[in-house]
């Protein structure tokens, strides 16, 4: 019995020692008689030691032997890895070969892809390329690429065969390929790619999409943008996509050329919206603009008796003799006339409802006028790339910038019929939002208009100007987002004047 435990001891260690020709603990000395790469890996596209130059024949201390033809070596740098002739792999994709590692060079096998099959790699670099044996001599291939293509136009690269993935190359398109290496081509329009990165996907020609509802497109991913059209269920052709904090937008072809779409933005938009809208009676999506009269406050139809019938711009030559006649007013120590009750005046809201389009339009608060300035001045918040986010701006350069555009031209301007309301709105409006502008962050989807935190957005700010400096909630109901359209609903302001802008005298 003794002698049976012996000899299963034995062949047990025996085995072990089998196991690889070289144990962990020892070192043999081996004569290379050839020039030879170090790798740090045992793998041929791992990094290179010696600055990625060849040892010349040398002896070496060996550490480890493997039977894939991998020896772990003693450098000057520590421990490498050499394949003195090779390793034997299995490539399952047909693949082509080249005279140099780049898919402009020459290619091997008369340009032909071989089929699957075992070849000896004998070198590779860190880019996925590996030189193998052909019966053409050492050439290089880059596994499972059988076919490359020419692109002419700039693309885009993605981290997975979506839109709205994360893209490559920092987010910045590729420039036209003569010779675009391709790994994989699915049926639903998506390439895996080689790029300088490893593989990425690429729909070169677009995907088709399956849209099962309405939707609305914008000229730009967000919903803020200017609105294009709105268009039944239907299979559109999608060419790029953005994941933002409103949702998936996808650039689709239309009529009007590619314009962004997003179901789950317009989704949660419409949620958000639908208690003012209930509390309203009304849907900014199907309300006609056109359909709104001057100088009435919506929600009762009653006139603002002691208000102007319609607004009336100062031309510059009045301008001027107004206020030439308060300077003289106060040099001989005379109480000023009070600014015609026509013109515009602190505490008005200017409301462009085609700028900014989208699903939401433009508002704006005058916060000088002639009777604390010498110009009319607007705060407002400009919208989604603008910084900061809340701005100071003359609001005839405002009225002219939109007056040159024909889809932003028209103006609406509503008014509280108390002056000194207005006049506490618009100082609020400068004291606390524009001297305060840096510390503000542009978003109307996070956060509620009720809430005077540092989200601010266009018709937020006009709110709550009326509201903490002025004691008047227009809109005392609950709701999240308040849209610019919504100030027809309300009696605390009156429309008074709906026209072109840009009629400065």
Not at 228 to 245: A, Y
Not at 268 to 294: I, P
Not at 305 to 314: D, V
């Amino acid at each position: 019995m003794l002698k049976k435990g012996i000899s299963s001891f034995l062949l047990f260690i025996l085995l072990l020692c089998s196991f690889s020709s070289i144990s962990s603990a020892d070192v043999v000395k081996e004569t290379v008689n050839k020039p030879f790469y170090a790798y740090n890996e045992p793998v041929f596209t791992s990094q290179k030691s010696n600055g990625g130059q060849q040892y010349g024949p040398q002896t070496l201390d060996v550490k480890e032997k493997r039977s894939n033809g991998w020896w772990k070596v003693q450098t000057w740098e520590g421990d490498k890895w050499i394949n003195l002739d090779g390793e034997i792999k299995y490539f399952d994709k047909s693949f082509l070969t080249f005279y140099e590692p780049s898919f402009a060079s020459m290619r091997g096998n008369m340009g032909i892809a071989y089929n699957p099959q075992n070849l000896n790699i004998v070198d590779g670099n860190t880019s996925g390329w590996l030189k193998a044996q052909t019966w053409e001599g050492d050439q290089w291939m880059y596994p499972g690429v059988a076919e490359t293509v020419a692109v002419n136009n700039n693309f885009y690269v993605y981290n997975e065969p979506s839109f709205t993935a994360d893209k490559g190359a920092g987010g910045n398109q590729f420039g036209p390929q003569k010779f675009l290496p391709i790994l994989e081509k699915r049926q639903d329009g998506w390439w895996k790619v080689v790029t300088y990165e490893g593989p990425k996907w690429v729909a070169l020609n677009g995907t088709r999409m399956k849209v099962d509802v309405n939707f609305t497109t914008f000229d730009q991913p967000y919903l803020e943008s200017y609105k294009r059209s709105s268009f039944l269920p239907q299979t559109v052709t999608v060419h790029d996509g953005k994941k933002t904090e409103q949702g998936d937008f996808y650039l689709i072809t239309t009529y009007q050329g590619q314009k962004w779409m997003s179901i789950n933005a317009e989704k949660e938009f419409n949620e958000n919206r639908e208690s003012m809208r209930q509390a309203l009676g009304y849907n900014e999506n199907t309300f006609d603009d056109d359909s709104v009269t001057v100088n009435t406050r919506q929600s009762d139809n009653m006139p603002i008796k002691a208000e102007p019938t319609k607004l009336k711009i100062p031309t510059k030559e009045e301008r001027e003799a107004f206020l030439m006649e308060v300077k003289d007013d106060k040099k001989r120590g005379l109480t000023s006339r009070a600014m015609p009750e026509e013109w515009v005046r602190r505490g008005d809201v200017v409301y462009t409802p085609n700028s900014w389009g989208g699903l939401v339009g433009h508002t704006a608060i005058i916060v000088t006028d002639l009777t604390n300035a010498q110009d009319y001045k607007i705060v407002h918040s400009p919208g989604i790339d603008a910084f900061p986010a809340v701005d100071l701006q003359s609001l005839e350069q405002w009225e002219f910038i939109h007056a040159q555009n024909e889809e932003y031209y028209q103006f609406r301007y509503f008014r509280n019929p108390n002056k000194s309301v207005g006049i506490a709105a618009a100082n609020y409006a400068f004291d606390h939002f524009y001297m305060n502008r840096y510390n503000y962050t542009y978003d109307f989807w996070s956060s509620s208009a009720k809430q005077n935190n540092n989200k601010i957005y266009c018709t937020k700010l006009v709110y709550l100007s009326y509201r903490d400096g002025a004691g008047v909630d227009i809109f005392p109901m609950n709701f999240g987002i308040i849209h610019p359209a919504d100030f027809y609903f309300q009696n605390k302001l009156v429309l008074y004047f709906k026209g072109e802008g840009g009629h400065w005298g």
